[in-house]
């Protein structure tokens, strides 16, 4: 029986919504590829549901279910697109999006043990695999997180708290200026000030040079400073990079630093052979910030973080209150709540445990493995036409080039195709900076991507540039 007053709905009615909502999902996993990445936003609308005013009374479902379509799905942004390679595109895949319904359809509590909890089982299980996969020892730990930018801000907690004892005054941090903005943002919280923050200019393969960082930790400390952690890449965002990690471990067990490897991006191609050589060294990292949402197909938000020693993880955040010492573990239990920051959190483990054992980390493997590929059949395309210039070659699923006719073009250049093709609506690609030089890049981990979609995108993109040349404007 449907009891407005109670926030229920009659069986008719559930089924009916869950029927409708379900076609729908299964209609855009089968034909998401067919249809548009973008959608031009028309202002004036957007405004008018701007005032929308507070719903005093309900209305049928079936019609909000309708308005979401019309406001949301039909204006949207398809990151999971075939062809979205902006960013970090995020392909998720349709078990997982099953664990999310029944997660919060089961309001399921991931905060603490509760009982002989299976719910803390599962998440456990699904941290140890990550963990094997990433090679770190038995006795370390992690959680999952909201995403990448959390997974870094609760490892420089963690970090501040056992080398610093949570005193960061005149303390310093090092990273290469390839680092992602989450690092700066996490420090900042933190309470960081700008002298503390050391940004290392990268060398000419967008790495950390061990040398530069060295110097400069000297000189800080011959100036009263203290330094007490390094931040490595395993894949930048903007060209893959992945700092010389062998190195870094040996440097900061020297020099007494906290390393944190922040591989958000490209932690997940430990599950390949290619990525087990180019990110060697990373399981002796401290603590390892590792994105499922980005290159493990789940959908947002998850995020993790893993630290070598687990117990690391509670000394930085485990607090006391009367109303919780019904929590209180004997040492076998694990209060995830006790292991960052959120109390009350969600069963982000399902979708990740779920989709893994659903199609086997093989699949997930070779997915990865077509990502790394993807971005090099991207290079041998361009390669084609000696107008695009590659500024970064493909690495771990990433690519920057531009366009160069063999005479300067004024600058935004680049901005503007950007434009161009994302407003076109075929494809998406986004632009960035690369040592000062304005380029285009494409991240293609996208398993879905076909090849014509690749030479589709490459062929308009041409064209879009071509129409885009001062001659062809004055013409
Ligand atoms: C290397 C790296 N670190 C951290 C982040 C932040 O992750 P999130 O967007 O999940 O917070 C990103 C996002 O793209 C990233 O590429």
């Given amino acids: 029986m449907a009891d407005n007053k109670s926030l229920t709905l009659s069986r008719e009615e559930m089924r009916t919504a869950g029927e409708d909502v379900l076609d729908l999902v299964i209609d855009h996993f089968l034909h998401n590829h067919e249809r548009s990445v973008t959608k031009p936003t028309d202002p004036a609308m957007l405004a008018r549901w701007l005032q929308e ?32 390679f902006a ?15 029944m997660s919060s359809s089961f309001n399921i509590f991931a905060g603490a043990w509760l009982g002989p ?47 610093l004892q949570n005193n960061p005054t005149n303390a310093a941090v090092y990273f290469s200026d390839q680092t992602h903005s989450s690092v700066p943002k996490g420090l900042k919280i933190l309470g960081f000030q700008p002298y503390q923050i050391r940004s290392i200019a990268s060398d000419v393969h967008m790495r950390l040079p061990l040398e530069s960082l060295a110097q400069r930790i000297d000189e800080d400390r011959k100036r009263g400073l203290v330094p007490f952690c ?5 894949g930048t965002t903007n060209a893959g990079a992945i700092d010389p990690l062998e190195d870094l471990v040996e440097f900061c067990k020297e020099q007494g630093l906290w390393l944190h490897v ?14 087990k050589t180019l990110l060697k060294g990373i399981e002796k990292a401290d603590s390892i910030t590792i994105d499922p949402h980005k290159w493990m197909f789940q959908p947002y938000e998850i995020g993790c973080l893993l630290v070598r020693d687990t117990h690391h993880l509670k000394e930085a955040f485990k607090v006391t209150a009367e109303y919780l010492d019904v929590l209180e573990d004997n040492g076998e239990q694990t209060n995830f709540c006790d292991h960052g920051v959120q109390l009350t959190r969600g069963f982000r483990a399902l979708k990740f445990w779920m989709s893994l054992k659903t199609f086997g980390l093989k ?51 680049h901005n503007q195709l950007s434009r161009d093709i994302i407003l076109d609506g075929f494809a998406m690609i986004t632009p960035t900076r690369i040592k000062d030089m ?26 879009m540039a071509e129409e885009r040349l001062p001659a062809k404007l004055t013409a």
């Fill in 262 to 275: 922040d591989g958000a991006y490209g932690g997940a191609t430990a599950i390949t052979q290619t990525g």
């Fill in 117 to 163: 909890s299976g719910v803390a089982a599962i998440e456990m299980k699904s941290i140890d695999w990550l963990k094997t996969l990433i090679g770190l020892p038995k006795d370390s730990g992690g959680l999952f997180v909201s995403g990448g930018s959390m997974a870094n801000l609760t490892a420089l907690a963690v970090a501040r708290h056992i080398k």
């Fill in 363 to 413: 699949n997930f493997r070779d997915a990865v493995d077509q990502g790394i590929n993807n971005a090099e059949y991207v290079q041998s395309l361009l390669e084609r036409d000696p107008r695009w210039e590659i500024i970064t070659d493909a690495n771990i699923g990433v690519i920057n080039f531009r366009f160069n006719p063999g005479y300067a073009l004024s600058p935004g250049f």
């Fill in 87 to 101: 960013f970090v595109p995020s392909p998720n895949n349709f078990v997982s999006a099953l664990a999310e319904f």
């Fill in 438 to 463: 304005e380029v285009l890049r494409i991240c293609a981990i996208n398993p879905r991507t076909t090849q014509q979609d690749f030479e589709l995108t490459i062929n308009k993109l041409t064209a």
């Fill in 53 to 84: 005013p507070i719903p005093e009374t309900g209305m049928d479902l079936g019609e909000v279910i309708e308005e979401f379509k019309e406001k949301a799905l039909n204006t949207m942004t398809h990151l999971d697109h075939p062809r979205c």
């Fill in 230 to 234: 390094v931040i490595a890449n395993a």
